[in-house]
């Protein structure tokens, strides 16, 4: 039996925090199947991440006790996985969980062979029998008797659900393994889809016209629309981007009640307690309907995604309360999560002290010790706190009235002091590995807000995470890396760093008016392109070069975050706009014909793919300012024109620039705005590029 705990030596926080366990976790690898084909027994995958709450519960109760470790380790090889640094892994896991149960989450709880099929997989067990659920140990006992005693069906059951999972997330590899692949969920659920499952068999029709589709979309979303708060469903409630998105598009495209919905939505979530009244930045979902009890930890992603669709709320409006909740997202992530030279941290946890969101919560009696009496009742008042509260007697601060997050005096005054009390409270842990993905996810957000708003500093800041993403998570033959923290780099990226990679580069090059960074976007678009192209025109996760699990999974459908085949589909038809590189359009287009049957089945549960169809059939907008007039590129980046693609500054060679890169005085140049080969007059004014811009479709409204 293998002895010991081999965490501690990781680059993922969430496994060193196992680091002291009795039980003998393995990282995933080679070692662990190695280990489990010696012995002849099952693995036990158990895939978390740092921020999830009901990891840590379950750690507390199952893997700190001696003899629920003592079972584990006679009967099993224990591996632990970073569902952040390995979503391929977690992908075909968390697939076999759903496959299973219907539903998923985490923690994830999956036995596997030693070649890694899974056999049986479930999310949070408890210690002991509870609700239903048998305990953690009931579990271990049965599984160890069934590969004892029944070994035929467990093999056979292993072979039924990986070629389940193989028909819904991806295609089988026909030679051996490397390792375990599926994916769970359940306590620490994943973003609901409900309605938008999978459909159970796909339709044969190919999509139909881009604004079929958005119509669609809007239509499914309304059926499931919370009218009274907001969002879709009932609860837990996620904040779905992409959707909001996309409702924002159809907004400008004439759809009143598009935006109708997402102006309430964008209000209860800001008004919410799922919204950090004092220090910013948004929980990753709310555990009611009304959005008002957040699970408090606070996911990178979110914030990137977020701050882009309160970005374009803002710019289609003018109402300065969603631009407030950009520059608070932008601030926390600032203070909290910013690494330095190290990128970006991943999350902040939901407990503070081992109590969930003991940092954010508060009592009337808190609030008056922090600003008197007087001042007290009315900031309670104010931030609905009462005696009862929400979670134990303590309240979680929100407004009702979904002003939020502008403030006046006195409450800027109450803001600072509460925030000051806030900070001296023990504070959340924080997860300090930076994932590429979701890195330049951030990075693509912040350039392009600097751009829209005009922020120096926040453009330094984007540039110099682009330096960071290009030149630090590498090997010295180019391949991009996954995960970093501090000086080392690990673990291949998957298709959705590529993909994230192509659209912040461009954003760069846009926000800056450097050439690199076009340059930059085209090498990794050939990466992308070269390792993860499937052979229909849809995409794998992993590279061609990766690991080889037991199913190569594929990225189809929206969560909280588009899936990779979605961001690649847009950033192509961008790059391809910047580039005149036929090649990038080509395979956007590829994509969306792979992934037809999604989109005529349920446009919603492909929202950003819908972008990207929209993008191809009408043609992006190409605007291209010659010479030194900031005044025309402000006015293009002021408004939210999702089909703009910008150029300015450093010529970067291409079509765009034929003929406009003579040298220009100060003061001097013009803009060009064209679509599919034709350009209209030359704009040397700002009303007369609106006019252009106008004319050519590149505006949206919002009621």
């Known amino acids: 039996m293998t002895s010991g ?28 199947f190695a280990e489990a084909r010696r012995r002849d027994v099952p693995l036990f995958v158990s895939i978390g991440y740092s921020a999830c709450h009901w990891c840590h519960v379950m750690a507390h109760e199952s893997f700190e006790d001696e003899a629920t470790a003592a079972l584990l380790n006679e009967h099993f090889v224990p591996v632990k996985v970073d569902r952040e640094e390995r979503p391929d892994v977690d992908a075909v896991y968390m697939d076999a969980v759903q496959a299973l149960t219907g539903s998923g989450g985490w923690p994830l709880s999956a036995f596997a062979t030693p070649d890694g099929r899974p056999f049986f997989a479930g999310t949070y067990f408890p210690p002991t029998r509870r609700h239903g659920t048998p305990a953690f140990t009931e579990v271990l006992g049965a599984v160890a008797t069934a590969w004892t005693t029944r070994r035929d069906e467990v093999r056979a059951q292993a072979d039924e659900l990986t070629a389940a999972v193989a028909r819904r997330i991806g295609a089988p590899l026909e030679a051996g393994p490397a390792g375990p692949g599926e994916p769970a969920w359940s306590a620490e659920r994943a973003d609901p889809r409900g309605a938008l499952r999978r459909p159970s068999r796909a339709p044969t029709a190919a999509a139909t016209g881009a604004r079929a589709l958005v119509d669609a979309a809007v239509g499914r979303f309304a059926a499931m629309y919370d009218a009274e708060h907001g969002g879709i469903g009932s609860a837990p409630k996620f904040p779905q981007a992409p959707m909001l998105e996309l409702l924002l598009r159809a907004a400008g495209a004439g759809r009143a ?94 407990d503070a002290g081992g109590v969930e969101g003991a940092h954010a919560t508060w009592t009337p009696d808190e609030i008056a010790a922090v600003l008197g009496r007087d001042d007290g009742r009315a900031a309670c008042a104010f931030y609905g706190v009462t005696p009862a509260g929400q979670l134990d007697g303590r309240s979680v601060l929100h407004r009702s009235d979904g002003a939020a997050p502008l403030l006046d005096e006195p409450q800027a005054r109450w803001r600072a002091a509460l925030t000051a009390a806030r900070q001296a409270r023990v504070q959340p842990g924080r997860d300090d590995k930076a994932l590429t993905e979701w890195n330049a996810m951030w990075c693509s957000t912040l350039a392009e807000a600097a751009g829209a708003l005009d922020r ?215 803009a060009y705005v064209c679509t599919r080969g034709t350009c209209r007059a030359p704009s040397a004014d700002v009303a007369a590029l609106e006019a252009a811009l106008g004319a050519a479709g590149a505006g949206a409204g919002f009621p």
């Not at 705990?5 to 039980?23: C, F, I, K």
């Not at 939505?265 to 008004?271: N, P």
């Open 456 to 670: 120096d500093d926040w453009r330094a800041r984007a540039v110099a995470l682009g330096e960071q993403l290009f030149t630090v998570p590498r090997r010295p033959d180019g391949r991009f890396l996954r995960s970093r923290l501090g000086g080392r780099a690990d673990h291949l990226a998957v298709a959705a760093d590529y993909a994230w990679l192509v659209d912040a580069f461009t954003r760069l090059g846009e926000a800056t008016g450097e050439a690199r960074w076009t340059a930059r976007a085209v090498e990794a678009a050939e990466g992308l392109v070269e390792r993860f192209s499937a052979e229909d025109g849809g995409w794998y996760t992993t590279g061609a070069d990766a690991e080889r699990l037991v199913v190569r999974p594929r990225d189809t459908y929206d969560g909280v975050v588009p899936a990779a085949g979605s961001v690649a589909a847009v950033a192509l038809v961008r790059l391809a706009a910047l580039t005149g590189d036929d090649r990038w359009h080509h395979r956007a287009a590829a994509t969306l014909e792979a992934a037809a049957p999604a989109l005529a089945a349920g446009p919603l549960a492909v929202a950003h793919l819908v972008w990207a169809a929209e993008l191809l059939e009408a043609g992006p907008v190409e605007v291209v300012v010659a010479g030194h007039r900031p005044d025309l590129r402000r006015a293009v980046q002021a408004a939210y024109r999702p089909r703009v693609v910008l150029a300015w500054g450093e010529p970067a060679g291409g079509p765009l620039w034929l003929g406009r890169d003579r040298p220009y005085g100060p003061g001097e140049g013009v």
């Open 5 to 32: 705990n081999r965490l501690a030596a990781e680059t993922s926080p969430y496994l060193r925090q196992h680091a002291g366990n009795p039980v003998h976790w393995l990282p995933w690898g080679d070692e662990a």
């Open 257 to 350: 009640d598009a935006g109708e919905m997402a102006a309430t939505t964008l209000s209860a979530m800001a008004g919410g307690g799922i919204w950090d009244h004092l220090e910013g930045g948004f929980a990753r979902y709310s555990v009611d309907r009304a959005w008002l009890v957040p699970h408090f930890e606070k996911m990178l992603y979110d914030q990137a995604a977020l701050a882009r669709l309160y970005l374009h709320a803002y710019q289609q409006t003018g109402a300065l309360r969603w631009r407030a909740v950009v520059e608070g997202i932008v601030d926390q992530v600032g203070r909290d999560l910013d690494l330095g030279e190290g990128g970006v941290a991943s999350s902040l946890d939901a």
